[in-house]
């Protein structure tokens, strides 16, 4: 591995020229920079850069492993660079590359895992990708859903940190609704134990319990069954949600309930009755108003004749 760890040669140029000017080449032309995560969750970094004949340095992703690095042309040809520990996420120096260079390494285990959730917080200064392995089939990016059908990959078009969520082993709860003689499957993807699902079809809204609190939970069902727009309740409160489309004519709802209680996802009709603040005004009959309008002229009539049996006792 035609590598050198440049640490004695920083010193000298710090000695030789002002900080200010100390550096090896300017950043890099990157056609291409991703991060490759394996069934085992292991991560590797890889950066494709474009042609050049002068230095140029390549910021690395924090984590990296610094036996790992390799760098060669795209004929597999290995190149000479050297490693700075300048910036907040290291660097190395390509010396001149006359071909596209490629440049990988391996990242140390980044990930945080509570019970079934891998949880993965990462960040670059340029845009980059994300790739995930064949048996991840959704993930939650800054808390957001995103069901990665056959792309199996996220870009981060403005660079910077990202928080990804994703399931270890995916957690499905399948229930079969019958609705006006048609059958569907509603599939519920959450850590959390649920019971009590109900359908109304009434009210167009199906319901559940769920018994523990901090938990995504993913509901996929065809978009028929309760139609856009939808709204979720949360023990009868308002809850935020995100909305993706699976595949044709199904749709995923998402959301991350904080206190225990039941669910409510409710369609259009639903909608309908739950927008409609007026409270029902309970009708009063003609007989009963001509009955109040009756006894409050006998009031009056009593007060009068009061007063004026006690002006003649005077």
Request: net charge negative.
């Amino acid at each position: 591995m035609n590598k050198i760890i440049i640490t004695s040669l920083m010193v000298l140029a710090l000695v030789i020229i002002p900080i200010a000017d100390a550096q090896f080449g300017p950043a890099a032309y990157q056609k291409l920079t991703q991060l490759i995560i394996d069934e085992s969750e292991n991560i590797q970094a890889k950066h494709v850069i474009g042609v050049s004949n002068s230095p140029v340095s390549v910021n690395l992703f924090e984590g990296v492993i610094l036996d790992s690095i390799t760098v060669t042309n795209e004929e597999g040809q290995e190149l000479e660079f050297g490693i700075t520990g300048m910036d907040e996420y290291g660097s190395i120096i390509i010396f001149s590359a006359e071909k596209n260079t490629i440049v990988k390494y391996n990242l140390e285990n980044m990930f945080r895992q509570s019970e079934n959730i891998l949880t993965l917080n990462i960040g670059y200064p340029k845009p980059f990708s994300i790739l995930f392995s064949e048996k991840t089939e959704l993930i939650f990016l800054n808390n957001n859903i995103i069901l990665l059908g056959d792309k199996k990959g996220i870009s981060i078009n403005s660079g910077g940190y990202v928080n990804v969520d994703y399931y270890s082993e995916i957690p499905k709860h399948i229930e079969e609704v019958i609705w006006e003689e048609n059958k569907f499957y509603i599939e519920i993807i959450t850590d959390s134990e649920i019971d009590e699902f109900n359908v109304d079809q009434e009210s167009k809204s199906i319901s559940f319990q769920i018994n523990e609190k901090n938990k995504f939970v993913t509901v996929t069902m065809e978009e028929e069954l309760l139609g856009d727009p939808y709204v979720i309740l949360l023990n009868d409160e308002k809850i935020v949600y995100t909305k993706s489309i699976s595949k044709e004519n199904y749709v995923s709802l998402s959301m991350k309930p904080q206190v225990v209680g039941e669910i409510i996802i409710g369609g259009s009709k639903y909608m309908d009755n739950l927008t409609n603040d007026t409270l029902p005004v309970e009708s009063i009959s003609n007989d009963y108003f001509i009955w109040l309008v009756f006894g409050g002229v006998l009031v009056i009539v009593v007060i009068v004749v009061i007063i004026i049996m006690r002006k003649i006792k005077k």
